[in-house]
């Protein structure tokens, strides 16, 4: 940290009905010697102390600032380490009211960090809500079994993760809970989006099955911003979705 070896990249996600493209924060380490290290191999490491909150709040901070820059919604991971603190909506409160701008900043939590302790987890969320935060479900499917909290939560947006979307040319099982997911997404008022979309046949099948948001290597895969930045526009990432349909 010290060193400034950790870098914030910036992922597309589609929203092509409502032809709106939004960014996920994805941390990277570039280590001197190393090179780049993914976050699956720190972020578990980071978590056994308090470099989490550390990483979380720089994240957090240069999504607001790419926020600004990009004019859209940025979304940002948070640890169910960091969620379950008790200094949770204070931390992200304080960064916030720093930036003047609100409705920049979506969380995305996984299940298993909001099921833990459910009634807290309400009055976190409401608590952030009120300062613009929307909050996503990361990993859809792959945590938890009961599905009564996508009612009980003020959830906006529910991710369904990439092991229902790489084999879903094969798979007879996962098509069902896509378009099971996209079903109850309808009925109680969020947003669903595919993650790990790398193929047209994918979101073509996607398409059938209801889903119109996507993100994954077929739009981009995580770039920093100034590249970013370099030719942007959110009809570049739209168009890739004009190709044959
Ligand atoms: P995640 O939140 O599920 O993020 C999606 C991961 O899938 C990212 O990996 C992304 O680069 C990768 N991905 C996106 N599109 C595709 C695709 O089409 N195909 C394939 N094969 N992969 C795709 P990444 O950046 O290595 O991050 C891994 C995980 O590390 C993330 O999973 C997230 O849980 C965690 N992470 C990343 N940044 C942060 C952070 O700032 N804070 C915390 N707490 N966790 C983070
Ligand atoms: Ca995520
Ligand atoms: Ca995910």
Excluded at 2 to 24: A, G, L, R, Y
Excluded at 136 to 147: E, Q
Excluded at 153 to 167: G, T, V
Excluded at 197 to 215: A, H, P, R, S
């Amino acid at each position: 940290m010290k060193n400034n070896e950790f870098k914030t990249f910036f992922q597309p996600k589609i929203f092509s009905q409502d032809k709106k493209v939004q960014f996920e924060a994805l941390v990277r380490w570039f280590h001197p010697e190393k090179g780049m290290i993914p976050p699956d191999k720190f972020i578990p490491v980071a978590e056994t102390s308090f470099l989490i909150h550390k990483i979380t709040e720089m994240v957090l901070r240069d999504s607001l600032e790419a926020a600004k820059l990009l004019n859209t919604r940025i979304s940002v991971n948070i640890s169910s380490i960091v969620f379950e603190d008790e200094s949770f909506v204070r931390d992200i409160r304080n960064v916030l009211l720093e930036y003047e701008s609100r409705n920049l900043i979506t969380l995305e939590i996984t299940e298993r960090a909001a099921m833990k302790h459910s009634f807290s987890t309400l009055k976190k969320m409401k608590k952030l809500i009120n300062l613009g935060v929307e909050f996503s479900i990361d990993d859809f499917g792959t945590g938890y079994s009961s599905l009564s909290y996508l009612e009980k939560f003020p959830i906006s947006e529910l991710k369904i993760d990439r092991s229902f979307i790489n084999n879903l040319e094969t798979n007879k099982i996962n098509p069902l809970i896509i378009n099971f997911s996209v079903k109850i997404g309808e009925l109680a008022g969020f947003k669903v989006i595919a993650e790990g979309v790398e193929t047209k046949e994918q979101i073509e099948k996607l398409l059938t099955l209801g889903c119109y948001n996507f993100q994954g290597y077929y739009f981009d895969k995580a770039q920093p911003l100034d590249l970013i930045l370099k030719d942007y526009s959110q009809d570049k990432y739209l168009n890739k979705m004009d190709l044959s349909f």
